[in-house]
């Protein structure tokens, strides 16, 4: 199975602040990769797919890039209602695996 | 407007069976993955398995192999996960997911773009 290593694990900014998530694959899995935010109580919601393909609704404040096994997730501008645990996912191949995920918190 | 809704939460004894459902309405359920991934109290999102149910075959998680089993319904768009031989640390959300694809002139890629509303089960003695 392709392992995904997120980091950092927890992450304390402010408001406005810029801030990058990584994620890595074990394997090469090209861009297939999504980016996934939660909120305490609710299912994940999906950012980012294809790595770098915005999901429709979502605030342009949030970009994804990467390809291969180097990813990053990246929040322009933070804004209150990010405060939230952001993984990651591959969809390269069955089984599916999620990064170990990042809690953002107020600083 | 795709809506996955999940049966309610289960309370069982260690060594049982739960079986979890997952009914899809507003989209073509038949053509699209429906994963399962769990969520122990305080830990990460964990993928259990996934099916297509135009195929019916199923991909597992090698960690549930032998005790989860998904299956798909086409007649009424629902999507069934079951583990068996239940323990306490099995006491997790469990979420089902449509594996949506996005398309490009060249290429399609995949996202779990629609989330049930999750489902409690607790194990417990």
């Known amino acids: 199975a392709i392992q995904m290593t997120q980091s950092p694990s927890s992450l304390s900014a402010s408001v406005g602040d810029r801030v990058t998530i990584t994620c890595r694959a074990s394997q090469g899995i090209r861009n297939d990769l999504g980016w996934y935010q939660q909120k305490p109580g609710k299912a994940p919601k999906l950012l980012i797919y294809?790595?770098?393909s915005l999901q429709s609704g979502v605030p342009s404040r949030f970009s994804g890039s990467g390809s291969g096994t180097d990813f990053t997730l990246t929040i322009s501008s933070l804004q209150p209602e990010d405060f939230a645990t952001y993984y990651c996912l591959q969809d390269y191949n069955y089984p599916r695996t999620f990064g170990q995920g990042t809690k953002l918190e107020i600083k | 407007q795709v809506q996955l809704v999940q049966s309610g939460a289960e309370v069982k004894k260690p060594g049982s069976s739960v079986k979890v459902s997952c009914k899809a309405s507003?989209?073509?359920?038949?053509?699209?993955?429906i994963s399962w991934v769990r969520q122990a109290p305080g830990q990460g999102l964990e993928w259990m398995g996934g099916?297509?149910?135009?195929?019916?075959?199923?991909n597992y998680a090698q960690k549930f192999q032998g005790r989860v089993t998904i299956t798909a319904d086409e007649s009424t768009s629902t999507a069934y996960m079951e583990l068996s031989s239940l323990r306490s640390e099995d006491t997790a959300v469990y979420y089902c997911?449509?594996?949506?694809?996005?398309?490009?002139?060249?290429?399609?890629?995949?996202?779990?773009?629609?989330w049930g509303q999750g489902t409690l089960v607790t194990v417990s003695s």
């Open positions: 294809a790595a770098s």
């Open positions: 997911a449509r594996e949506g694809r996005y398309c490009s002139s060249t290429s399609c890629r995949a996202a779990f773009d629609y």
């Open positions: 507003g989209g073509t359920f038949s053509s699209y993955a």
């Open positions: 099916i297509i149910p135009i195929f019916g075959t199923a």
